[in-house]
T-cell receptor, first 113, second 111 residues
Framework: GAGVSQSPSNKVTEKGKDVELRCDPISGHTALYWYRQSLGQGLEFLIY????????KSGLPSDRFSAERTGGSVSTLTIQRTQQEDSAVYLC???????????FGPGTRLTVL | SQQGEEDPQALSIQEGENATMNCSYK?????LQWYRQNSGRGLVHLILIRSNEREKHSGRLRVTLDTSKKSSSLLITASRAADTASYFC???????????FGKGTKLSVIP
């Protein structure tokens, strides 16, 4: 079956612009996660959604970051007024239930000039 | 923090040799998961071991868990060049759902 998909695969933007990153999880997976990985670094947890519960936003680095998950499926990560330090690969993952194995998408490489 | 800390940071071996990577964690555990990341296939789940398990096998992979020492190890037997990747452990804790990946162990398998 289809895996986790993300779009766009690459995004180049200018400092100060807003960007939206999209994640399509595996159908039926109730948990969805966003991470980011800066060059040469490990993964940094950003936010997760579990079913219809309120998301855990504790990992979001600033109030410029927000995410939503519509209808318990597709999720959008929005970064407002992008900064150069936001440049990273943003990875989305989903799992059948929270704490189960996570299936990762290919990521969106964001470059802020 | 539920971050797993992998050791060593880098490991270089010859093809056919075994590779052992270790992971230590600090908080209580629900399960511990190992992932692999390489440039070709992205981030892939390898194996999950639950807190009440001590050892688990999957193909050439063997994972052990010692909850008293808060540590886990991943053994890859008869390594192949395709095993070259970074390996991460993730503690899915009994408390907060927040998951944190460390910097991983970078494994290089030389043909």
């Amino acid at each position: 079956g289809a895996g986790v998909s993300q779009s766009p695969s690459n995004k180049v933007t200018e400092k100060g612009k807003d960007v939206e990153l999209r994640c399509d999880p595996i159908s039926g997976h109730t948990a969805l996660y966003w991470y980011r990985q800066s060059l040469g670094q490990g993964l940094e947890f950003l936010i997760y959604f579990q079913g219809n519960s309120a998301p855990d936003k504790s990992g979001l680095p600033s109030d410029r970051f927000s995410a939503e998950r519509t209808g318990g499926s597709v999720s959008t990560l929005t970064i407002q007024r992008t900064q150069q330090e936001d440049s990273a690969v943003y990875l989305c993952a989903s799992s059948l239930m929270i704490r189960d194995e996570q299936f990762f998408g290919p990521g969106t490489r964001l470059t802020v000039l | 923090s539920q971050q797993g800390e992998e050791d060593p940071q880098a490991l270089s071996i010859q093809e056919g040799e075994n590779a052992t990577m270790n992971c230590s964690y600090k908080t209580s555990i629900n399960n511990l998961q190992w992932y692999r990341q390489n440039s070709g296939r992205g981030l892939v789940h390898l194996i999950l071991i639950r807190s009440n398990e001590r050892e688990k096998h999957s193909g050439r992979l063997r994972v052990t868990l010692d909850t008293s020492k808060k540590s886990s190890s991943l053994l890859i037997t008869a390594s192949r060049a395709a095993d070259t990747a970074s390996y991460f452990c993730v503690n899915s804790g009994a408390g907060s759902y927040q998951l944190t990946f460390g910097k991983g162990t970078k494994l290089s398998v030389i043909p």
